[in-house]
């Protein structure tokens, strides 16, 4: 079973995350910020990171990503990032920061769906 990490400051997006997730075959977790997502993420080795870019606290969604991508550890957790930001130099953000995808909100439960399994491969969905 894949391990999903949902990282969302906002409950309500990540209860319809998890929701739409539910109905697959993933081992779900959750964060409410950048810092205990990190934590997170390095405790349980997710398959995938569902990351909201802009959060508050000590660090924001791209600082996790990249911390998730430096970390040899991890560099093979799939990173997609969630925003409302959808501007070219946001995107460039995310690239740089080595997201291997890009979603921006709202997106919709399909479009999540086929997103992960695009990601994960025949192996995981």
């Given at each position: 079973?894949?391990?999903?990490?949902?990282?969302?400051?906002?409950?309500?997006?990540?209860?319809?995350?998890?929701?739409?997730?539910?109905?697959?075959?993933?081992?779900?977790?959750?964060?409410?910020?950048?810092?205990?997502?990190l934590?997170?993420?390095?405790?349980?080795?997710?398959?995938?990171?569902?990351?909201?870019?802009?959060m508050?606290?000590?660090?924001?969604?791209?600082?996790?990503?990249?911390?998730?991508?430096?970390?040899p550890?991890?560099?093979?957790?799939?990173?997609?990032?969630?925003?409302?930001?959808?501007?070219?130099?946001?995107?460039?953000?995310?690239?740089?920061?080595?997201?291997?995808?890009?979603?921006?909100?709202?997106?919709?439960?399909?479009?999540?769906?086929?997103?992960?399994?695009?990601?994960?491969?025949?192996?995981?969905?």
């Amino acid at each position: 079973m894949k391990r999903v990490l949902i990282v969302e400051d906002q409950a309500d997006i990540r209860k319809l995350i998890r929701m739409t997730l539910e109905f697959e075959n993933y081992e779900i977790h959750e964060a409410a910020d950048g810092s205990f997502g990190l934590r997170m993420a390095q405790a349980i080795k997710p398959d995938i990171l569902l990351l909201d870019v802009m959060m508050p606290g000590e660090i924001d969604g791209l600082q996790v990503c990249q911390r998730i991508k430096s970390d040899p550890e991890m560099a093979g957790s799939k990173v997609v990032l969630l925003t409302a930001r959808g501007q070219q130099k946001d995107r460039e953000a995310g690239e740089q920061a080595g997201a291997d995808e890009y979603l921006i909100k709202p997106f919709s439960p399909l479009q999540l769906i086929e997103t992960i399994e695009r990601l994960l491969g025949a192996e995981g969905a």
